[in-house]
């Protein structure tokens, strides 16, 4: 697809390589360059809008951004109170082992 410029919209493969989601794109980051995803941007995987990527959001497969994370942890009650960095690490842990449990 040379030429046509897009947002890719990352995952992570079982390789470890990320790959972009959408049809049509066969881009992917080589493992060999597949540390640069962290200053990357992506389509968030929940709101699908443009989003940088960091070391913390790329522990999640689909990586979301912020906002849909926390919205998804910690319920939209608790928005205007946004939790530490803490909290996020302790929350992304929680969300692997539900998924490995289910
Ligand atoms: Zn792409
Ligand atoms: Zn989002």
Not at 61 to 77: I, R, T
């Amino acid at each position: 697809m040379a030429g046509k410029k897009h947002t890719h919209k990352y995952y992570k493969q079982g390789t470890g390589t990320w790959a972009c989601a959408l049809l049509d794109c066969s881009h992917f980051l080589p493992l060999n360059v597949a540390e640069s995803i962290s200053h990357r941007s992506s389509i968030c995987w929940g709101c699908n809008t443009k989003f940088d990527l960091d070391e913390k959001l790329i522990k999640q497969d689909k990586p979301k951004c912020y906002e849909c994370v926390e919205f998804e942890l910690f319920g939209a009650s608790k928005k205007d109170n946004l939790p530490d960095l803490s909290d996020f690490d302790r929350a992304l842990k929680l969300m692997e082992q539900k998924k490995k449990i289910s």
